[in-house]
Structures are given as C-alpha cells and as structure tokens.
C-alpha cells in the first residue's frame, strides 16, 4: 500500500520544512510515501471562501485515483491516539488497498465535492494549528507507527515531542530575535 499526503501550498518556514524533509526520509525506509503539494491558486485574493474552497476542490480531486481511499485532516474528524491510529493504518494495510490519501485543505478547508468523494475524516488535535503545522504532525503520526516503532510509541512520542519543541521554539526565537534587532 502507498500513503500520499495532499496539502495546499508549499511550506514557509525553512525550518519547519527541514523537519517535514527528516520525517519524509525516515518514513521512505518503511512504506511508500508521497507527499505532494499543490500549488497556491493564483490571484486567490480577488476569489471568495467558496470559490477558493471549489477550486482547491477540484485539484484535490484530480490527484485521486478512483480506487484511493481518501481521508480528510479536519477539525471535526474522528480522533486517534497514536496506537489507535497505527492499528487504523495495519488494518488499512491489511486490506489490500492500494493507496490510501490523507488530505490537507486549503485556509478555508474543503469543498462539498471533496467532503462527498472524502471516505473519513480525521481530527489530530482538539487544538487548532497552522496548515504548516499539520504537514509535519501527519507525517510523523505515520512514521511512528512502523513495526520498529511499535514496542515504545509512548516513549518515542514523548521523545518527538520534546524535540519538536525545542526546534519549533528555536526556529520563532530566532526568526522573532532577528526581527527585534534589525
């Protein structure tokens, strides 16, 4: 089975993307994994909410095969623990699909058409965070759970978290230092 991740614009942060690359490495020794982005709408500005949402829609849609199992990254998804989602990820392994979509909405989230064609959707936090944010949770949501991983998720959780928190309070100090500064 392969996992593709779908997210709406590239990331910004140079930091948050070196992060995002380190966990894109690790989890290609494991599975099959393409994390693709597509591009910000030109001139999105002069479009509402809904013609954004439509558009973005549409290029989300034709990234799917007709077989894919698509699931939605949204605020009102159903939410796993780490263990939860990795027994979700075997059995999705084990049902011989073969190729399972997570998707990232654009700043306003999806449209009807996509919420139609979505299969699930799934929640990461109750806690609201950046689209940029979200890039790096999921893809290390889906490293961790690899059989080598298995056996001491808590500990490796609890580990990436605190090393997550360090780089990301690393890369605002110095961004914002730099900033007070100049």
């Known amino acids: ?5 779908l997210a ?11 992060l995002i690359d380190d966990y894109q490495k690790r989890l290609g020794f494991y599975i099959k994994f393409d994390f693709e982005i597509i591009p910000d709408l030109k001139k999105a500005k002069n479009l509402s909410e809904e013609q954004q949402k439509q558009k973005e ?7 799917l095969n007709h077989t894919d199992l698509l699931i ?14 990795s027994e979700y990820l075997q059995k999705q392994m084990n049902s011989g699909l073969k190729q399972l979509v ?3 909405g ?14 699930g959707k799934i929640a990461l936090s109750k806690m609201t965070f950046s689209h940029q944010m979200i890039r790096l949770f999921m893809i290390e949501q889906l490293y961790i759970p690899n059989p080598s991983h298995l056996k001491s998720v808590r500990h490796k959780r609890l580990f990436f978290l605190f090393q997550l928190n360090i780089q990301i309070a690393d890369c605002f100090f110095n961004r914002h230092f ?3 500064f100049i």
């Open 106 to 119: 654009g700043p306003y989230g999806f449209s009807k058409e996509v919420y139609d064609k979505a299969n």
């Open 72 to 85: 939605l990254l949204d605020e009102n998804g159903k939410h796993y623990d780490s263990v939860a989602f």
């Open 8 to 18: 709406i614009g590239k990331t910004d942060h140079q930091q948050l993307q070196m």
């Open 57 to 63: 829609g549409e290029l989300i849609l034709s990234k």
């Open 1 to 5: 089975m392969q996992i593709k991740l």
């Open 178 to 180: 730099k900033i007070l």
């Open 102 to 104: 997570f998707a990232i």
